[in-house]
């Protein structure tokens, strides 16, 4: 499996931006998707995270109400849109991969953790100027 994302920059409070994640090569393996982020001298944050099966999904408590996630299965590419953005928003947006033994259960358990996935991303900035 490899990922691209795309789709980072800079951007003024409030605004909104769309980030997202191709995935190519074996994607039968990739089970959820993820969205990790992390600011300079801070740890990598669960974002949000995906299903490809039945598109069940979470948000972590920081993006809860102004980001959602989404994907298209025909073009295998999962959206972080990202709304009302603010400073602390500034990181590095991972996105991420994981077979999570192809289990439904595991992938409820482990998808908020880095652990949990198999592949990430190169990241792409993104930067919140007030």
């Known amino acids: 499996v490899q990922l691209q994302a795309s789709g980072g920059g800079s951007v003024q409070v409030g605004d909104s931006l769309t980030i997202s994640c191709a995935v190519s090569g074996r994607t039968s393996s990739s089970y959820g998707m993820g969205w990790f982020r992390q600011a300079p001298g801070s740890e990598r944050e669960f974002v949000a995270t995906?299903?490809?099966?039945?598109?069940?999904?979470a948000l972590g408590e920081s993006v809860k109400g102004r980001f959602t996630i989404s994907r298209d299965k025909d073009k295998r590419t999962v959206y972080l849109q990202m709304n009302n953005l603010k400073p602390e928003d500034t990181a590095k947006y991972y996105c991420?991969?994981?077979?999570?033994?192809?289990?439904?259960?595991?992938?409820?358990?482990?998808?908020?953790?880095?652990?949990?996935?198999?592949?990430w991303g190169q990241g792409t900035q993104v930067t919140v100027s007030s």
């Open positions: 991420a991969s994981g077979s999570f033994g192809d289990s439904y259960y595991a992938y409820h358990q482990l998808r908020e953790f880095q652990r949990g996935y198999d592949t």
């Open positions: 995906i299903s490809w099966t039945d598109g069940s999904l």
